[in-house]
Nanobody
Framework: QVQLVESGGGLVQAGGSLRLSCAASGRTTSSYAMGWFRQAPGKGREFVAAISWSGDRMLYRDSVKGRFTISRDNAKNTVYLQMNSLKFEDTAVYYC???????????????????WGQGTQVTVSS
């Protein structure tokens, strides 16, 4: 089993920045890719960014390219999402997820991921 805990969410004005963290515990001796997803009120969960185990492959949804950066520190079992130039439409609950079946891949699909965190709220005021 793996436990994922997100932190770093909060309320920020449009144009501001936040850095989300996702700490993994449990089965962390295995390799795994990581993803960030988000879910706004009344909408489905959508892909935001993903990073492979080695960090050499990253993928972003188009609307966050150039503004968000995903990174990881495997020694700390932690993945980060640096969010700059935040917009009102970035408001959502953000979830991190771990993919143990394809550690060298990056996937946009929810069902690729084996474990999920509980989410952290990001609210951007306009």
């Amino acid at each position: 089993q793996v436990q994922l805990v997100e932190s770093g969410g909060g309320l920020v004005q449009a144009g501001g920045s936040l850095r989300l963290s996702c700490a993994a515990s449990g089965r962390t001796t295995s390799s795994y890719a990581m993803g960030w997803f988000r879910q706004a009120p009344g909408k489905g969960r959508e892909f935001v960014a993903a990073i492979s185990w080695s960090g050499d492959r990253m993928l972003y949804r188009d609307s966050v390219k150039g503004r968000f950066t995903i990174s990881r520190d495997n020694a700390k079992n932690t993945v980060y999402l640096q969010m700059n130039s935040l917009k009102f439409e970035d408001t959502a609950v953000y979830y991190c997820a771990a993919d143990f079946r394809g550690p060298n891949d990056v996937s946009i699909f929810l069902n690729t991921y084996d474990y999920w965190g509980q989410g952290t709220q990001v609210t951007v005021s306009s």
